[in-house]
């Protein structure tokens, strides 16, 4: 890699190992893994389950320690956690007694007052929740939970957006909705996204670029470019060739 590309990748993930350690043995999950993620695009991370794409995705925020190796953004090592490091999960991680207006604005407690409202009143809108601000979780659909989950994740001002397998326990129906709002918001906010998902569909619609995990001890086995143009329909011949791409990676994989 030139130093060029280098110094312009937004997250560089270099010869990262990671190894749990627990009482009865020592599970290595990560081995070797280098990335470079660029400036404001939307990347998948494919593999399948259980080869450490969240383990990945964790370290990648701070929030484990690596074994072996750095990872950086915007040129700093990553070393903790930082409260604008906020991922979107496929268990929705908002509060029930809060209201949307208080979850969205819920890591922005350093904002005075009038500052926070106006950061929440600006991602309530992006996401299209208004008239729901006073609402409380139990009171809305799983579509409009996932999308209190998406604002409060930007409204704290990161960069970045770590989303983690976000539309799992979504309906079918709302799972589409739902990808369509998240590249509508990906191009509104000009952010960097890191997806994780072991759906190679979603990872085709949304990617501009897609990185395939091999089996645990994880790899990156390749990255492939998505030139498809935007909006994606999955019945496109190159849609479907790209997916088939993936699979054949995947499924190799499996075989060995
Ligand atoms: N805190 C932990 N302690 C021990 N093992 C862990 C821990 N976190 C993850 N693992 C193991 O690491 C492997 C990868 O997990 P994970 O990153 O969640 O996979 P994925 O997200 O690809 O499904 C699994 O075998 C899992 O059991
Ligand atoms: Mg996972």
Not at 224 to 234: A, C, I
Request: net charge neutral; proline share 5%; with cysteine.
């Amino acid at each position: 890699m030139s130093a060029a590309a280098v110094a312009s990748a937004k997250i560089r993930v270099a010869g990262v190992f990671k190894s749990f350690r627990t009482k009865k043995e020592t599970v290595d999950v990560l081995e070797g893994v280098d990335l470079d993620v660029r400036p404001q695009e939307f990347l998948a991370i494919v593999g399948p389950s259980g080869c450490g794409k969240s383990t990945l995705l964790n370290c990648i925020a701070g929030f484990e320690q690596l074994t072996k190796g750095s990872i950086e953004i915007d040129g700093e090592r990553v070393r903790k956690p930082s409260r604008k490091r906020v991922f979107v999960f496929q268990e929705t991680g908002i509060f029930p007694w809060l209201t949307v207006r208080d979850n969205i604005g819920f890591g922005l407690g350093d904002l005075e007052p009038g500052a926070r409202d106006e950061v929440v009143a600006r991602y309530v809108a992006l996401v299209g929740l208004q008239g729901f601000e006073k609402a409380y979780p139990a009171e809305l659909s799983g579509g409009m939970k996932q999308r209190v989950e998406f604002a409060r994740a930007l409204a704290v001002e990161s960069d970045v957006l770590y989303l983690d397998e976000p539309f799992g326990a979504l309906d079918a129906f709302t799972r589409l909705e739902m990808r369509r709002e998240i590249a509508r918001i990906w191009k509104a906010t000009g952010k960097t996204c890191l997806l994780v998902t072991h759906d190679v569909e979603e990872a085709v619609e949304l990617a501009d670029r897609i990185a395939v995990m091999t089996r645990r001890p994880a790899r990156i086995e390749r990255i492939l470019e998505n030139p498809l143009p935007r909006p994606r329909d999955p019945d496109d011949t190159g849609f479907r060739e790209l997916k088939d791409q993936i699979f054949d990676i995947l499924g190799v994989e499996r075989r060995v």
